[in-house]
């Protein structure tokens, strides 16, 4: 079955989302109109490159949240695609 959208991707994947995250972006998948993801620690300018990457596509953070409960060196943060010209601040 071809999915035009998905609504809700969650992923905690212990630290493969450094490495997966330009994939949840690709052309050929469905949109994502929501992603959940738990990072694991912040490794530098790939932290800043995730973040401005989900920023540069439209998802704009709604949500963050330490993991206290199991480990306090995770945070969950939640995004919502927008349109980019919400991000450049264009459409209040």
């Known amino acids: 079955e071809h999915l035009d959208t998905i ?3 969650k992923i905690d994947c212990e630290k493969c989302e ?6 949840w972006l690709a052309d050929d998948l469905p949109l994502l109109h929501q ?4 990072v694991h620690g912040a490794p530098g ?9 989900l920023e540069r596509a439209g998802y704009l953070r709604f949500h963050k949240e ?6 306090p060196g995770c945070i969950e943060y939640a995004f919502v695609k927008v349109e980019t010209s919400f991000m450049e ?3 209040l």
């Not at 450094?18 to 994939?23: I, K, S």
């Not at 300018?45 to 990457?53: G, K, M, P, V």
């Not at 330490?66 to 480990?71: G, M, S, V």
């Open 7 to 9: 609504d809700v991707f």
């Open 18 to 23: 450094w490495e997966t995250y330009l994939d």
């Open 35 to 38: 992603l959940l993801v738990e």
């Open 45 to 53: 300018q790939t932290a800043i490159d995730f973040f401005d990457s």
């Open 66 to 71: 330490p993991n206290i409960q199991y480990n």
């Open 89 to 91: 601040g264009k459409i």
